[in-house]
């Protein structure tokens, strides 16, 4: 701080003068002006502008220091943000790798069940072919079965045509009826009058039609197989029914008597 001028403080020591003459040597001293008052001013405004640059400074540092605050946060929040979003992409990876893994499991059942399929398709497909052969085959023998049957139909109509008269002559001529046997497809002849000593008794045979050869089955007395085959052989051979009957009667008549 500047110190004001003081005459008295001088170096030089003078001797006390009278009042009188200092005055008027005081007043013959120039005036000298150092202009404190104005580097006061200029000290004063300086001062102003540092107080004003240090808070300018101090609050620029405080707000640089809670925009830094602030950043750090938003970096934290970002963070954190982003592991959230690390763990949710994660957790969807891992979902969606356990996806992939049920759907090629899937994937794989699916095929195989396409091939059993398959497999059983095909299987049943050669099954359709075979039943398929086999009912053509069936119904094949089928129809020559059925037409066998009507042309064998036809020829026992024509033949009982023919016979109806002849066999209602040999059953006159050969005291001979016919009954039902109680069995399908079989006939029984009953003979009369061939034991001389009993007119009544009777003796009598089945004779199965189930097929086109006619065949003996049962009779009444026994007669000799080979005979009565010899007897079946000529009516299958024939289709003679007068004479077969007339041979049976025959054959009875010499087991009888």
Known sequence: MATMFEPSLSTTTRAPLSSTSALSMADSLPNINFGFDDLRERMARFTHRFDDFIAEGRKRVLEERNQFRINVAELHEDQRMKRHSIEILSHKSNAHVQNLAKEAAES??????????????????AQRDRLRSEIASVQKTIS????AQRQHAAYLDAQARHNVPE??????YLCLRIEGSGMVD??????????????????W?????????YEVMEMRPKVEKEKIGACVGRL??????????????????????
């Open 144 to 147: 020559q079965r059925l037409e």
């Open 186 to 203: 079989r006939l029984k002849f009953v003979f009369t009058h061939i034991d001389e000593r009993d007119w009544d008794r009777e003796a």
């Open 205 to 213: 045979f089945e004779l199965c039609t189930e097929s086109r050869d």
């Open 167 to 172: 066999l209602e002559f040999w059953q006159d």
């Open 236 to 257: 299958n051979e024939n289709r003679n029914l007068g004479m077969f009957l007339k041979g049976m009667r025959e054959l009875f008549v010499e087991v009888m008597n």
């Open 108 to 125: 794989s059942e699916m095929h195989a069940a396409i091939a059993s399929i398959t497999s059983q398709r095909n299987i049943r497909s």
